[in-house]
């Protein structure tokens, strides 16, 4: 059985000492431990959230990978010193990393390679924009962008993979994809996965949705078994309103 996954993208928000505060404020109001929270700060960020993080259970991810185990790239971490710093995720092809910085769908493909080689489990993004999704392209955008993102991943890697169905158009708007949309997009991840990697890929993984994500809709997206959980963005920042988006996450479906 999959377990429900709902992460904290933080993006370029929050001092050491501010995510430690967060971290403090959010730890006794999550009471739905049946979800697993994974938190996403800055790289500066990381093994001080890192160590307070274990001691109340919750998991760290970075925000970006480079897929070089190391060498004169400056500005850039390498998974090796993810997982050193405490890191257990990353997330890799966030649409704003593939608009604002031009990264492509091949290096997505690197970057979730080089997460898995060093014991990572890479949370993938994919979606389309408004204007492909109005002609008609959603499907072909989400198949070429996994396709080259899972090129080099085995079968057996499959578990432990997190697909994020971002749709470029909702993320930060307000806007957001309807639940049935969410399940259906997801399934088609699945169906794709199990092309991809092999049958019953996609029933391991674990596929999450994200874009205008906030306590009040989560148990929508979620009541679907296709949907695992979120990636989750400004609704993350403040722990009141992100304990309350966990805490709702599985209300409309039965706990295992």
């Not at 957001?176 to 990697?197: G, H, K």
């Amino acid at each position: 059985m999959r377990r429900p996954v709902i992460a904290a993208n933080w993006k370029m928000n929050k001092s050491s000492e501010e995510a430690e505060a967060f971290l403090d404020a959010f730890a006794p109001l999550w009471t739905d431990r049946s979800v697993e929270v994974v938190i996403c700060p800055s790289f500066v960020s990381l093994e001080r959230v890192a160590r307070a993080a274990s001691a109340v259970g919750l998991a760290v991810g970075a925000q970006d990978v480079y897929w070089e185990p190391q060498g004169a790239f400056t500005g850039e971490v390498s998974a090796e010193m993810l997982v050193k710093a405490g890191c257990a995720y990353v997330v890799v092809g966030h649409s704003e990393r593939r608009k604002l910085f031009n990264e492509l769908d091949q290096d997505v493909g690197n970057k979730a390679h080089s997460a898995l080689l060093r014991g990572l489990s890479p949370v993938i993004c994919v979606g389309e924009t408004m204007d492909e999704r109005r002609a008609g392209l959603t499907e072909e955008v989400v198949e070429r962008q996994l396709r080259l993102a899972v090129r080099s991943v085995q079968r057996e890697q499959a578990s432990r993979l997190v697909i994020a169905y971002e749709p470029v158009w909702a993320i930060g708007t307000g806007v957001t994809a309807t639940p049935s949309d969410a399940a259906l997009v997801s399934r088609e991840i699945r169906s794709l996965l199990d092309r991809f990697l092999g049958p019953g890929a996609g029933e391991e993984a674990r596929v999450q949705y994200g874009g205008s994500v906030k306590a009040g809709n989560i148990a929508g997206f979620m009541e679907s078994l296709e949907v695992d959980g979120a990636l989750v963005g400004g609704a993350s920042l403040d722990p009141a309103q992100f304990a309350d988006l966990v805490n709702n996450s599985l209300s409309l479906r039965e706990k295992e």
